[in-house]
Structure formats: structure tokens, C-alpha cells
Nanobody, 126 residues
């Protein structure tokens, strides 16, 4: 069982930045690819960014390219989502997810993930 705990959400003005963290107490997090998904009110959950288990490959949704960066520190069992130039349409609950030995474009598919966090709210005011 992999427990994921997100943090770092909050209220920010448009154009601002936030850094989300996803931490797990598990010892084997380095074996898991990690993804960030988001869900806005009334909308389906959507892929945002992902990083392979090795950290060598990253994937982004088109709507965050150039603004968001995903990274991981396996020594700290933590994955980060650095969000810059935030827009009101980025307002959503952001979820972290883990996918054992995940890689390739499959990381864009939420159904591939084995574990999910509870989510952290990000609100961007105009």
C-alpha cells in the first residue's frame, strides 16, 4: 500500500506561483511513476503532468506546457509540481497518483495508476 499526501495548495492571484508536494512514507516510492491530475467543479478529472519512476521522462498536458514543471526527489519520497503563471482556469483540486514502474504515454491515463492522494485545492483569483 502506498499512501500519498499532497500539500502546497492555496489561494493565489493570477500570474502567481505555487509548488505542490506529494509525499509518501513508503520505502519503495522510487519504483513508482507519479502523476498529477486535476478536477475542476463540474468537470472530469484530467491529466496534468507525470514523471517516470526513474525521473528521466516527463509528460505534460498541453494547457500547462511552459508553465508547470514536475520533478521528484526519491531520497525524500516526494514529487513536486511547480506551477507558474497561474490562471483562473487552473483552479481545481489537484491529485497526486502513483503507478508502479510506469513509463511512456501510459502515464497520461488515470486508469493506469494504482494509488491516489486525497487532493489539494488550488484557487486562482483573477
Amino acid at each position: 500500500q502506498v499512501q500519498l499526501v499532497e500539500s502546497g495548495g492555496g489561494l493565489v492571484q493570477a500570474g502567481g506561483s505555487l509548488r505542490l508536494s506529494c509525499e509518501t512514507p513508503g520505502r519503495f516510492f522510487s519504483m513508482y511513476a507519479a502523476g498529477w491530475f486535476r478536477q475542476a467543479p463540474g468537470k472530469e478529472r484530467e491529466f496534468t503532468a507525470a514523471i517516470s519512476w526513474s525521473g528521466g521522462t516527463t509528460y505534460y498536458a498541453d494547457f500547462v506546457k511552459g508553465r508547470f514543471t514536475i520533478s521528484r526527489d526519491n531520497a525524500k519520497n516526494t514529487v513536486y509540481l511547480h506551477m507558474n503563471s497561474l490562471k483562473p482556469e487552473d483552479t481545481a483540486v489537484y491529485y497526486c497518483a502513483a503507478y508502479k514502474l510506469g513509463s511512456s504515454e501510459a502515464l497520461r491515463e488515470s486508469r493506469r495508476y494504482d494509488y491516489w492522494g486525497q487532493g489539494t485545492q488550488v484557487t486562482v483569483s483573477s
